[in-house]
């Protein structure tokens, strides 16, 4: 085989390696985007949190949460009385998150006034999330928290620590669903909140 003839094959093959590396990333995974890999993350989910850590459980009330405003308020987690609400944990750094936020904004818009509430939780630092949001505007609140042992992901049920992390809470304020990684599309919010309603 010629020196030239060898180089467009081996510069053909790195091509197609990197096409299908950037397809791969673009994807939710063949983990996070199927119902048996969610089954498969839920054990992740399973293992106790840190001792001394009240963190929530499927079925059980959600521990109180501290936060913090946009503005660098302290609040506690709003929990709508009465209404279901889905809590989305993210950071302006994990790409994932960045992804599904067009999706749950989208999804957040079309529910009405009795309907599912959402609210999203950055585990990142207030410049960041305002920055973000001036960019991508969303119609639900959100709040902060600081990233550690004792963040909001982990007492809404997050022993794995992986980002993004949505939580689905009952109208008496109980964790009815927990899911780790990104939704792949508008109807994959609506078909997993609403699969265990």
Not at 159 to 185: H, M
């Given at each position: 085989m010629r020196e030239s003839t060898r180089l467009l094959l081996i510069a053909g093959i790195a091509g197609l390696c990197g096409l299908?590396?950037?397809l791969w990333m673009k994807s939710p995974g063949p983990i996070w985007g199927n119902e048996s890999g969610q089954r498969l993350l839920q054990t992740?989910?399973?293992?106790?949190?840190?001792?001394?850590?009240?963190?929530?459980?499927r079925g059980q009330p959600v521990p109180p949460v501290a936060l913090k405003t946009l503005d660098g308020e302290a609040t506690a987690l709003p929990l709508p009385a009465g209404k279901i609400t889905l809590i989305n944990v993210w950071a302006s750094w994990c790409s994932p998150c960045i992804?599904?936020?067009?999706l749950l904004a989208e999804f957040a818009?079309?529910?009405n006034p009795d309907g599912i509430q959402v609210i999203g939780i950055a585990l990142d630092e207030a410049e960041a999330v305002q920055a973000w949001l001036s960019r991508m505007p969303s119609p639900y609140p959100h709040y902060l928290d600081t990233p550690g042992q004792r963040d909001a992901s982990v007492l809404l049920g997050n022993?794995?620590?992986?980002?993004?992390?949505?939580?689905?809470?009952?109208?008496?304020?109980?964790?009815?669903?927990?899911?780790?990684?990104?939704?792949?599309?508008v109807q994959d919010v609506f078909q997993w909140s609403?699969?265990?309603?």
């Open positions: 299908g590396a950037a992740a989910l399973e293992r106790p949190a840190p001792a001394g850590i009240a963190s929530a459980r992804q599904e936020m067009p818009k079309s529910q022993s794995a620590g992986v980002l993004p992390y949505t939580v689905l809470i009952d109208a008496e304020g109980r964790l009815l669903k927990q899911r780790i990684g990104p939704f792949s599309s609403r699969a265990s309603l």
